[in-house]
C-alpha cells in the first residue's frame, strides 16, 4: 500500500510545480486555485518575484496548491490514499485528499490562515536544530524563555532534528546556548509558526474553523498536532485549531507511518524536503520532485492490485 505526505511552507521556491503544469488535470486543479483566489497566484508561482512569493499569504497558498495539482495527478492515476499527512500548512492539503475539506473550504481556511499569521504583531523568529537531543533542546529553550520572550520547540522533525520557534531575542540567547556543540540554522521565515507569538491569532482562528464543515475523513488522517491517526471530524477540526500555536509532531507521524507498513510514501507536492527527513529516519519514501514518480507509483499501484487476493484492497496514493 501507499501512504500521502504533503509538504509546507519550508519548501517554497519561485518556479515549483512548473512540470505539472504540463498535465491536464493538474493545470486544471491550478487554474481552479486562480479562480477561487480571483488572482493569479500561479503567475507568481511561475516568475516570482521572490520577494512577493515567500510573503506568508502567498507562500502558505503556493504549497497548497501545488500540492493540490500533485495529488490530482494521482488521482488521474486511479490513486487513492489509504492514509494522509501534512507538514503543518501541508496538513489542509492531507484534509482535502481525505474528503473532510473541499479545495474551495481548503483555499479559504489557508488564505485566512495565512492572513491571521501575517498580521501577528509580535515577530520572532524560528531556527533547525540538527544532532541534539530534543529533550536537550527542549531544556535549553526553557533556560532563556520567559513569558514575554518565549522560545519552544515548535516542530520535531525527526530524532536529531527539532526547530525552535519564538521570541528573537529568546533565539538569540538560545544561539549561544548551544555554543556551537550542534548546528543551528535560522530558518527564512516571517514569524515564529507554532509558538505561544501565534496566540493573538488563536480566538480569530477558532471562530474562522468554526464557519467550515469538517467531513468524516475516507481515509486517516494523522494531524501534526497528535502524530497518530484520527478519523473523527469533530476532533480534526479540534487539531486544525491547536496547529495554529501547537507543535509540529512529525517525528510521531513518521512513526506512525512506519508502523502501519505502507509500502511507500509519496511526498505529493514539488519538494524533496519531507523525503529526505524520512530517509534520514531509516524509511523509503518517493518525491514527486521527481515527474518520474506518478509513472513509478502507478506501476506500483498495479503491481499491488495484481497480488491482492480480494478486490476491496485499500490503495493508498
Known sequence: MFALAFPGQGT???????WMRRRDGARAVLDRVDEVLQRPLSELVATGPAEALVDT???????????????ELLRDEGIRPAVVAGHSVGEFSALCAAGVLSLEDTLALVRRRSELMAAVSRVGGMASVMKLDRAEVERLAATVSDEREPLVVGIENGRGHT???G?????????AAVDGRAPVTRLAVS??????LMDEAQEQWREEVGRYTFAAP???VIPNVRGTEVTDPAELRECVIEQLTGRVRWTGTLDTLAARGDRTVVEAGDSKALTKIARAQGQTWVT???????????????HSAGSSPGPDREVAG
Do not use: I, K, W, Y
Open 163 to 165: 526547530v525552535v520557534s
Open 12 to 18: 517554497l521556491r519561485v518556479g515549483m510545480g512548473a
Open 57 to 71: 499569504r502567498n507562500a502558505q497558498l503556493a504549497v497548497t496548491a501545488c500540492n493540490l495539482a500533485a495529488l
Open 288 to 302: 514527486m520532485s521527481d515527474p518520474a514518480t506518478v509513472a513509478r507509483v502507478r506501476r506500483l499501484s498495479e
Open 218 to 220: 475516507t481515509v486517516p
Open 167 to 175: 521570541s528573537a531575542r529568546a533565539l538569540d540567547r538560545f544561539v
Open 191 to 196: 514569524n515564529a509558526f507554532h509558538s505561544p
